[in-house]
């Protein structure tokens, strides 16, 4: 066992902490990661904070994890020491299931290990990327090219595959007309992997506070959802509606923006059931889907072509200290558009 520095929530209640993990002995197949970066994701607030029902404690977050190789397992043959490298929501599948074979990790029928509060597979309990030093099986461990740095390359591990998956699964490309929901980590990858596809693009917010940005990072379009003029005037306009709200809304409102034919698809979770009319869907033979991160083939997939077009997040890089006061400030949207932790200061 090797002991690392972390940051780890002691409880729902509490805030995080430093504290002290174990990481795993090397195994054959296993890569050690000094961790440079962790992006922080609403999901790791949803988690600790147990929105999505209870968890192990103390649980250290993190599913966006940049880093280098620092020491390689004596059958590892994906990675080398000094390579640049990424570990997403997930760690570890059985590998031979359909859907780890046709690369769906994320959805092994045996259950997928995910990167934090998850049962391993070896009785233990997954700690993330809030710590200096992570241990993963190769197969769960990407490249990050050279054109990305680790900072701005951290987010899109979790923040960059929620959104590629979708746009390309629903064969987003010029001419797709899409709306997406919400300018948070999520929502700023979305538009920018929509406008690199070739689409046109409206970013849907509660205001008009982010316009600027949102213009820049590449939409066309950019309205509140706060004026009830968006929902009169945008009737019937999009094809794909990209869902990356953390809270609950209105989904009826929304499945009216849709064309006859198209698709809205959630990737935001809060905790609480959303509603829908089985109406809104009936009316235009509309789809209402959801998407779950992606699979390690496609997050290299996506990395590659944010290394292409010249894609990657917008950051403010933080030490481990402000993380508390960084949650605060995700959860009342002021997050311009990823916080990053620097992994140095874990220790400190
Ligand atoms: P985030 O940075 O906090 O962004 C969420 C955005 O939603 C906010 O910036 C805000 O955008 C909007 N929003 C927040 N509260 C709202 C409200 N009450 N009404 C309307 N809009 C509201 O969060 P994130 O890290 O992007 O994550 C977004 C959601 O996706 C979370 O629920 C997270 O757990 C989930 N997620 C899912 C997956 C998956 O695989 N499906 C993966 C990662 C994350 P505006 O200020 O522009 O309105
Ligand atoms: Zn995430």
Same mark, same amino acid.
């Given at each position: 066992?090797?002991?690392?520095?972390?940051?780890?929530?002691?409880?729902?209640?509490?805030?995080?902490?430093? $504290?002290?993990? *174990?990481?795993?002995?090397?195994?054959?197949?296993?890569?050690?990661?000094?961790?440079?970066?962790?992006?922080?994701?609403?999901?790791?607030?949803?988690?600790?904070?147990?929105?999505? %029902?209870?968890?192990?404690?103390?649980?250290?977050? !993190?599913?966006?994890?940049?880093?280098?190789?620092?020491?390689?397992? *004596?059958?590892? $043959?994906?990675?080398?020491? !000094?390579?640049?490298?990424?570990?997403?929501?997930?760690?570890?599948?059985?590998?031979?299931?359909?859907?780890?074979?046709?690369?769906?990790?994320?959805?092994?029928?045996? %259950?997928?290990? /995910? =990167?934090?509060?998850?049962?391993?597979?070896?009785?233990?309990?997954?700690?993330?990327?809030?710590?200096?030093?992570?241990?993963?099986?190769?197969?769960?461990?990407?490249?990050?090219?050279? #054109?990305?740095?680790?900072?701005?390359?951290?987010?899109?591990?979790?923040?960059?595959?929620?959104?590629?998956?979708?746009?390309?699964?629903?064969?987003?490309?010029?001419?797709?007309?899409?709306?997406?929901?919400?300018?948070?980590?999520?929502?700023?990858?979305?538009?920018?992997?929509?406008?690199?596809?070739?689409?046109?693009?409206?970013?849907?917010?509660?205001?008009?506070?982010?316009?600027?940005?949102?213009?820049?990072?590449?939409?066309?379009?950019?309205?509140?959802?706060?004026?009830?003029? $968006?929902?009169?005037?945008?009737?019937?306009?999009?094809?794909?509606?990209?869902?990356?709200?953390?809270?609950?809304?209105?989904?009826?409102?929304?499945?009216?923006?849709?064309?006859?034919?198209?698709?809205?698809?959630?990737? !935001?979770?809060?905790?609480?059931?959303?509603?829908?009319?089985?109406?809104?869907?009936?009316?235009?033979?509309?789809?209402?889907?959801?998407?779950?991160?992606?699979?390690?083939?496609? $997050?290299?997939?996506?990395?590659?072509?944010? #290394? *292409?077009?010249?894609?990657?997040?917008?950051? *403010?890089?933080?030490?481990?200290?402000?993380?508390?006061?960084?949650?605060?400030?995700?959860?009342?949207?002021?997050?311009?558009?990823? /916080?990053?932790?620097?992994?140095? =200061? /874990?220790?400190?």
């Amino acid at each position: 066992m090797t002991v690392v520095n972390a940051y780890a929530a002691p409880s729902e209640a509490a805030p995080l902490e430093r $504290t002290l993990i *174990e990481r795993r002995p090397l195994g054959p197949h296993d890569v050690r990661i000094d961790i440079a970066y962790a992006g922080i994701c609403h999901s790791d607030i949803h988690t600790v904070r147990g929105d999505w %029902g209870s968890q192990y404690y103390p649980l250290a977050p !993190g599913h966006e994890i940049a880093g280098t190789v620092a020491e390689i397992g *004596e059958a590892v $043959t994906r990675h080398a020491v !000094g390579d640049r490298v990424g570990v997403g929501c997930m760690v570890n599948s059985c590998g031979q299931c359909r859907n780890c074979l046709r690369g769906e990790e994320q959805f092994c029928t045996e %259950g997928v290990v /995910f =990167t934090y509060g998850s049962p391993d597979r070896d009785g233990t309990v997954t700690q993330g990327g809030y710590s200096e030093q992570v241990v993963v099986t190769e197969s769960f461990v990407v490249r990050i090219p050279d #054109a990305l740095a680790l900072d701005v390359a951290a987010p899109l591990l979790c923040a960059g595959i929620t959104t590629y998956s979708p746009l390309r699964h629903r064969k987003v490309g010029p001419g797709t007309r899409v709306a997406v929901v919400g300018l948070g980590g999520l929502g700023h990858m979305g538009v920018q992997f929509a406008r690199a596809l070739g689409a046109e693009v409206t970013v849907l917010s509660q205001t008009l506070g982010k316009q600027d940005d949102g213009l820049r990072l590449g939409a066309d379009h950019y309205r509140a959802t706060s004026d009830p003029a $968006t929902f009169t005037e945008l009737r019937g306009s999009f094809d794909v509606i990209l869902n990356t709200v953390s809270a609950v809304i209105d989904l009826d409102a929304y499945l009216a923006l849709l064309d006859a034919g198209a698709a809205m698809v959630c990737v !935001g979770a809060p905790g609480e059931p959303l509603e829908v009319g089985v109406m809104s869907l009936i009316n235009g033979n509309k789809t209402l889907a959801g998407s779950n991160i992606g699979g390690i083939r496609e $997050t290299q997939e996506m990395l590659d072509f944010c #290394a *292409e077009h010249g894609i990657g997040a917008e950051i *403010e890089v933080i030490p481990a200290s402000e993380i508390n006061a960084a949650y605060e400030r995700v959860l009342a949207s002021d997050v311009r558009y990823r /916080f990053v932790i620097d992994a140095a =200061t /874990f220790s400190g």
